[in-house]
Structure formats: C-alpha cells, structure tokens
C-alpha cells in the first residue's frame, strides 16, 4: 500500500507524524496495535482510496469544480458532478480513458510475463513522456484547452524549520496519518521479518518511523511509509540489504533535478489516470469482502461499516469507528463464552469406589476454569456452575430435606438437617487457568462459596495464584476450620476424606 | 443508595429520563450492565455525594455565595470559602455543628438497639420541628440573620405536560441519571429477588423504570430510582407486596398537603446539615478502599481516578471515564491470558507404547484451546502454540535434516527429506474450548496449520463448531488428502495410525 493516496488531502502534517510517533513509542504503544484488525485496516484503506479516487474526479473529466469538503463531500461532489455533466470536457475524457486502458492493459501483461521476461515496461514514465510531448506540439492548452501541471520548481527547496503553530490544527489528522503509515509499514515489516527469519520489534518501529520523518520535516516532505509495490519490486530484483534503497535514492535525486521542469506539458488528466490506477491493489480490497463474509459475518460487517464510516466522513474517523467497533463487539461477546470445563472424572471415581463402596461415586465434582474472571464473563461462570451444582442432583437430597423441614414447622433443626451435613458434596474449582481476576470475579468466586456452603457443598479450591488466595481470604469469610485452598487437584482429594470421616463419625453417633 | 443526592444538581430531567430509559429497553441495553462494576459505581457515587456536600457547604457556614458550575467548580467553591472565611455566620455554623452530632449519635444510637427496641426515633423530623418552632419563637431570621427555607407551595403542581425544547440541552446528563437511577435500582432488585428466591430481567427494568417516570415527569418531579433505606426499612417492617408502598404514597401525600406550609422557618443551615448526613452512607464507601487495594490494585486505581474524574467534572463524565478505563484494562490484559493447555497424554502414550515400543513416546501431543480466539489473543496463542511445538524437541530431528540437507547443497532432495516424513509428529488441538473467533483468529489457526506442516508435523482439529470448519475450509489451501477435522479426541486418535503405517512402509521400500 502506498500514503501516496493518504498524503494528497492530509498534506503538511509531517512534522506532526514525527513528533506522534516519537510519542507513541515513548508511550510503548507499539504494543496497542493487535487493536488494528485486518478488516478494519482494510476497510479504511479502500476507503481512502476511494475519497483519493474522488478528488481526481474532475481532472479525468476536465471540469472546473469547486473545492468541496467537510462530512459527506464524498456525495457532493458527485452531486456536483451530475448536475454539471453538461461541462464535461470530451477531449480530457477520451485522454483520460485512454490512459487508463493503456496502463491497465500493460501493467497486467506486464505482471503475466513477469517470469519469463525479467525486463518491466515502465508504462507510467512512458505515458508521462509520450502525453508530454504530444501535448507540447498540438499545443493542447490553447487548442483544446487542457488542463496541464504547470510550472514544477526544479530541484529540492531550501531547508526550512517546520511551523509550530499549526500543530494544534492538524493534531487530528496526524494521528491518523501517524496510526496508518505505522500499521502500513509494519504489516511490511512483519512479512518481509517472516521471509528472512528475524523478528520485528513493534515499538522500536515506531521511535524508527518518527525518526525517520525528521529530515524530511525540513524540506515539506510528505510523511513517508513503506510502500508495497516497491518493497516487492526490491524483493524481485534481489535486493537483501539496505544498500539498495540508497542507489534508489540517489536515482530519485537525478529525476527531481533533470527531468522535473519536463513535466511543464503534461496534461492533469493522465496524471489523475496514473493516480487512479496506481490505487488499482488498495481498491481491489474489495474483493476481501467475500472472504470476510465467510470466514467471519461480524468481521464483514465491521468492513463495510468502517468503509461507509470512512466514505462518509475521513480516513481517521473510519478508524477509530472500527477500533471501537470491534472492542465493542468483542466485550459484548464475551460474557456468552463458555468458562469452565467439567473434568474426566474417572480417576477420582475410581478411588471412592475402592474405598468406600459405589455410594460415594457422585460425591466429587472437578471443574476446571478456564479463563481470566473478569466482570466480563463473571456472572455467566456463576450462572454455569450452579447449573452444574444443580445438575445430577448433586443438592437435590439436602434441598428436600430441607424442604421437609420448613415443613414441619422448624421443630427439626437438630435432627433432620444434621444428616444432610454426612452426605456433603464436594466441588473442586481448578483455577490453572484463572490468569488473572478483578473485585468482581472475586466477589462471584466468593458468592459460588456461599452458595455451595448453603447447598451443603464443600469447595475446595486448587492450582490458585497467591494474589487470589490473598484477595479471597480478605474479601470473605471463608471456613477458617477446613483449608480451602489447595496446590494441586490430588491434594485437594486427600484432603476430602477427613471431611467424610467426620461426618461419618457423626453419623453413626446420632445412629 | 438515595437518587435524592444526584437529583439535587440536576434538575428537571424527568421527561428525558423517562425517554431515555424507555428507548435503552428497546436497544436491549439491559444486558449491558455487566459493563458497570461496583468499583465504578461505588466511585461515582461517593464522588456524587461530595459533590452535594460542597454544594451544601455555603449553607452549613451560613456564607452567602455566588453559584459556582463548570470543570473544576469543586476546587473553585472551596478557594472562594477559603478566601472569605472571615464572612462564616457564627450562629449558623454552631447550629450546623449541632444538629450534625445530635443526627449522627442519635442515628448510631438507632442503628445499636435497633434489635432490642423495635421502635425507632425519626430523629430527622424531631430536630426539623424542633429548629423550627425555636427559629419562629426566637424569630432567627431577622435578630441572627440566620436563612430559612421560606414559602413552600402546598400540595402537588397542576399537570402540565413537559417541554420538549429542553430534552437537547440536557440530553447528556439525562443519560447519566437515567443510567445511574437504573443501576441503582437493579442492585436492590436483585438482592430482593435473592432474598424472595424470584429472577429480574435486567431489560424488563429498563422499561419499567422509564413508565414509571412518565406521570411523574407532568408533575415536575425529580426522577425516580429505588432507595437502599426505604428498601431496608420496608423489609424490616415485614413488607412483602407492593401494597407496602401503596400506603407509604398515601401518608407522603398527606405530609405533603398538610405539613409542607409549616417548614417556613426550618433553618437552611439545618436542612443542609440532614443533606449531608444523610449521605453519609455514601461517603463512608471510602472504606471500600481498603477492600478494593486488598483484592485488586487496578480496581483500586480506576475507584481512585475515577472518583478524581467525578470530583474534577461530573458525575456522567466519571462513570463515562470509569467504564472506559475499565475496558481498556481488561482489552490490554487479555492479550496476556494463557490461551491454551497442555492435556494429560497418559492414556495416548500408553497405547503408542502397547502397539509400536517406546519409541513413539512423544508422537503425539493434545493441546486444548481454552479461550475464544480473536484479535486479542491470537498473537499470544500463536506464540504459546510455537512455544509448545518447539519444547521437547518434537520438531528438532527433522530441522536438523533439513539443515544437512542445505549444506549439501540440494542434491538430497529424495532420499534425507523422506525419512523425516517417516518421523511425522502429530498435534492434536482440542477445540471445544473455541467458542468464537474472527478472522484474525482463523487467521492464526491457518497459520499454525502451515507452519507445522513445514516442520512435519500434522495438524488434526477436534470438537471444532461448524462455522470454524467451514471458516477454515475456505480460508486456507488444507491439505485435501488426509482429514484435518475430527468430531472427537478419541477420533482423532485412530486416525492417526494411517498415517504412521503410511510412512513406515514408504520407510521400509527405501530401506
């Protein structure tokens, strides 16, 4: 992708994206851009494409248009356009669209010969040259009167300390033009990273992007990024080191100074044709909404909202549209998805068989969790595992005792409800996968407690960070008689017998 | 929690509140209150109560006080009663002194005995009769100088339907009332519906809260929301149905008609002084402090700031701060979560060991999926997956091949790569823990598939949901011939032979 496109309606801005980018790594937040999702990346370039695309309009039809912008210009500039076709300018049309057909044409071949034939047709320079001459000697200015570039001044302007008083104004805009020529870069960075085996440091590109864009910040520069056709042009040509980019450095040198004040005759509407279709790959992006639509429905419409976001107002409000769009849409599914696991259970099974008879082949439930327990998906874990308490009666007997109880108007709370306490059930909460937790998971953890202690359910908790320990024994009251908190699974269920002795003992007293 | 607090710095919002709680039902926006945790809540509205205590403060020194608003009012309001301490009414300050110790001791004094003696002193309307009747006789207003209340109209407003013209202006602060009058309301409900074992539909409250400030809103009311003290009083007294309310509506209707006239010469410094301790409850949610510092330091800061954000503006722009800071914690903790889990492979080394000797001990590796997969944690789980496959070595034999292979320069094409192939290691990846993703996460699985198979390693998906196979499916170029998708571990498993049998005969015809 090339900031071509980005840079012609968001110019001056590069001492800006130098000073954000410089910031933003000193801010470390080379480590926000897993936020920068492919479809909303995508969307937004196709989206500047498409307003770039816009602007050159009136060029490839050679119509005088006022400049329109703000919210929706987008829609009245080809408002304005149809109301005035009238005023289209045939000449420039019929130029414009032979360009347009002679570059698509060649540069298709070009890419269909490209391994047999390792020369490439420079169709754009050719173009230039031929229009420019062409229009030089039919005089077309004033014969036709077609809009040409004008006078270019030659060579580079003198160096010049940036304006600071503009920043406040384009602060905004910068950002965005910061944000993307990045995420553009390190997209470049990454593959190019893959292919030759080493790895990039998101962070440390931006402090090199900011730095990179101070120089240029002298001579009115546009802010630069990498550019894709041409990192895949050096990649062709076999280029391994940055020695490459200097001889093209140096060529580029040679063409500002000698063949600048040539482009006098070129005519605006070959230029505009060349833009248009150099944006041809951004605007093929297109083609990325049918593999959206089946990989990810939600992901589509993300597309195609940020792109009508973009469409409608700029490149940095689709962006930020997308970004809180998908955070949005990830936070609201969060708390549907599935936070524990039941455990195999046949190993614990098995034991209490061996020792105590197949009575006891439901008494313990392993559950493991299995995410961080955040006020995300906490109430939905609260609501999971009382199904499971709730499921294969592992409460049911005590609940109807109880329910005799209350009953049997209160006279039975010694002897009807103490041999609930001998069939106690026990739940154990593997937390190796509980990462982290905040005051809300905490409070539910210690909810589930409670809730289990009035079900005459045991909960012992294994495999917990010390943090949680912590944060539990503080938050709650926990059973200060029997440990709560366990190192490992098979320490818990040691610990289970003890209980089921007791109460057992206790039993057979009152028996 | 009494509404009374916030409702006394904005005013006049009834219509819009009703509006905008009825519209939030229609968006469903119920289920969204999982977004605002206690922490942000309970930092609110202390932050809320300070704000009302400030406002109170003018009237507690008896100072006469220009009306101080906008972003930072609070620090303004104390700079300007500092400035003119000297201008303090004694007589209304030692009457604000006293009727404060007299509340707070006397409310104390209710709360300790509140289990042995069932009746309790309506302190609040004692010392409300009581300063008045001194204030009439002693005739304050005029030989202290002290403010009274002055005339209250008797009994209700005639009905006069709102004024739409407003609804813009306070659009804004509507939405924070209507927010934070609803979740209020919901924590009381649902403590209620644990209580009488009933459920709430957190939706079905948006809408019964928003109907129930439509009459009130022709009456010029302040806007309705459930009070913690009313609630408690109410269940103390025994009230089980809405009948309860019922005649508590008809004895404030006749205080209203009867009693309203008589509070002329109530002293402002007095109401003021049962303003502020009757927040008290409110403040004292400073002590959650130690709470939140003891169970989660981030929830600690975000109480702090937000508390800081509430004080600095407003109470909406600190809840509005609040649940932004909230989820941009959790979005850049996720990406830290341990996304995946190694499975006991006891059962499946055993069976290699029974059929083929110990050799193909670490052929086989099942790794479950915890977590969703989508752009917050795709990158970790790529890392973590690559981590595991390069651990012991279950890729090393056959890189080592493919490194003498490039040393001898490229000859041994056909005969050292094909043992590897005989070496295939296989992983298993559980999925039934994936219960979403998005592209980028499809994305990452893609890649995991490609970057195993040019280790050698096959790739075989389990428990995968229909969308993520059909995802995959059209995604990436899976290899075609062997099945990549199995409904089970157990499944997966037998597949696995065809391939190892397959490599072995190829091992045997070259040997």
Redesign the interface.
Known sequence: MDLFSLSLFIPYLEWDVTLQQVLMFMLQLG??T??L???VISAMTTGAATHVVTSQVKYLLGMKMPYISGPLAFFHIYAYVFENIRSVQLEALLLSLLSIVVLVLVKELNEKFHRNIKVVLPIDLLLIIATSIACYYADMEYVYGIEVVGNIPKGLPSPKAPSMSVLPEVVTEAFGVALVGYVASLALAQGSAKKFKYTVDDNQEFLAHGLSNVIPSFFFCIPSAAAMGRTALLYSTGAKTQVACLISCVLILVVIYTIGPLLYWLPMCVLASIIVVGLKGMLMQFRDLK??W???K??WSIWVSTYVFTICFAANVGLLYGVVC??AI?????????TL?LKNMKEVEYKYKVEDNCESLKQVKIVSV???L???N??KFHADLLKIIQKDGMSSQCEQNTLLCSFSNGSCHGELVQPCHSDRHVLILDC??L??????G??VLLQIYVDCKNRYIDVLLAHCKGSLI??MQ??GNLDSENPVFFESISSAIDAIPIHRNYSKFSEQSEL
Chains 1, 2 share one sequence.
């Open positions: 480590s926000a897993f936020l999702t492919e479809p593999k959206y089946n990989v990810d939600i992901d998908t955070i990830v936070i609201f599914r969060f708390p549907r998805a599935k696991n299995n995410s961080p955040v006020f995300l906490a109430r190796s996968g990462n982290f937790f905040d005051y809300t905490v409070s912590k944060a503080y938050g």
